[in-house]
């Protein structure tokens, strides 16, 4: 009988980091959220999904900022092996998705590690998807029976209360369909590389701040 390859599952993984906060004061979070102004989202039902106007939300949540620095720190240095290179959060912002509200597939410009923490949440209240960044599309198609994390194009997570994802800000990724009875919260962020980082020709000195934007 044919057996698996030693290892299969080890080479192109999709790594994204999971950390539950239980103990966060997630009624308090989701009044700061609630209480945000609000810009619309181009990526989505305009009048269902939006995003806060400060692009610098961690730089009023600083225990916060911190128990999230913790987690960036251990997927960049255990799951990405780059120990040497620290980051520095660039920007992060409030989502909001109302009932019948989505957000399409996108990925996270200018930034190499993105992350979501979920204010509330539960089974069918807009999942987190992930797509397959493997170009895979071979010439016969044939229709798996069983759908599994060799043969998916895409993946779906449920949003927790209080649960943090962490993903390469590359992957394609979007808010599926919200069907809960609430209004749906989360704060979004962007990190970045700093100092001197790179090899030979493509080795690069950055200096990198938090930014205090606002959308306008």
Not at 16 to 31: K, P, Q, T
Request: proline share 7%; net charge negative; aromatic share 12%.
């Amino acid at each position: 009988m044919l057996e698996p390859a030693r290892g299969l599952d080890q080479y192109f993984p999709i790594p994204i980091g999971v950390a539950r906060f239980y103990d966060l004061d997630l009624a308090e979070l989701y009044n700061v959220a609630h209480h945000a102004p609000l810009e619309t989202n181009d990526l989505s039902d305009h009048d269902r999904n939006w995003q806060s106007k400060s692009l610098s939300v961690l730089d009023d949540l600083p225990d916060l900022k911190e128990r999230i620095r913790v987690e960036v720190e251990q997927y960049k240095d255990q799951i990405l092996g780059c120990n040497s290179t620290p980051f520095a959060f660039t920007t992060s912002w409030w989502t909001r998705t109302d009932p019948g509200g989505s957000c399409e597939w996108h990925e996270h410009r200018n930034s190499w590690i993105s992350g979501v923490l979920y204010i509330n949440g539960g089974p069918k209240w807009g999942s987190f998807a992930v797509h397959s960044p493997l170009d895979y599309r071979p010439s016969i198609l044939v229709t798996p029976d069983v759908w599994n994390k060799y043969n998916t194009q895409v993946y779906e997570i449920d949003p927790e209360p209080g649960m943090l994802l962490l993903f390469q800000s590359n992957l394609r990724h979007r808010i599926y369909w919200h069907h809960g009875d609430a209004p749906r919260y989360s704060l979004a962020f962007n990190t970045y590389p700093h100092g001197l980082f790179g090899n030979r020709d493509s080795v690069v000195s950055v200096s990198v701040d938090d930014i205090g934007l606002e959308l306008t």
